[in-house]
């Protein structure tokens, strides 16, 4: 069973938040810039939040707001649904697909350690799938 520890380890050490203060403008440049899809709110080394792409779409294009005059804090979602490094991979698919999530902050010792996409963790089920399948195919032909 794969735990998230392993997924974090093969991802870029360099994790990218903003602060409650950014302005939606700023956090969607950054979410371009490093072509990912959601960034934690951190605030005093704290998860508070989390700004997606979503949150963009339904609650400023959809609301007519303004993405320079609006901050992130407006915006974001407060509840945010978290990992420990132990947790599993079917864990982590379980709580995305319940909770209809994309993105999953993880925490250890309420520490930001990371974050996964809902690519990482098919990316890592179907890569386990096809290493068992390879070795039943070993295992039926010896």
Do not use: W
């Amino acid at each position: 069973m794969i735990k998230v520890a392993q997924i974090l380890s093969t991802k870029d050490a360099k994790l990218i938040t903003v602060d409650q203060s950014t302005s939606v403008l700023r956090a969607l440049q950054t979410l371009s810039e490093h072509n990912i899809g959601a960034l934690p709110v951190v605030q005093d080394k704290r998860l508070v939040g989390i700004f997606s792409e979503r949150d963009y779409a339904r609650k400023v294009v959809l609301l007519g707001k303004n993405s320079t005059e609006t901050l992130v804090s407006e915006i974001m979602s407060e509840r945010v649904f978290t990992v420990h490094p132990d947790s599993s991979v079917e864990e982590c698919m379980r709580l995305m697909s319940d909770k209809r999530i994309r993105h999953l902050p993880v925490l250890s010792n309420n520490e930001l350690m990371g974050i996964l996409s809902i690519g990482d963790v098919v990316k890592t089920i179907i890569k386990e799938q096809m290493f068992q399948i390879e070795q039943l195919e070993t295992y039926i032909k010896s």
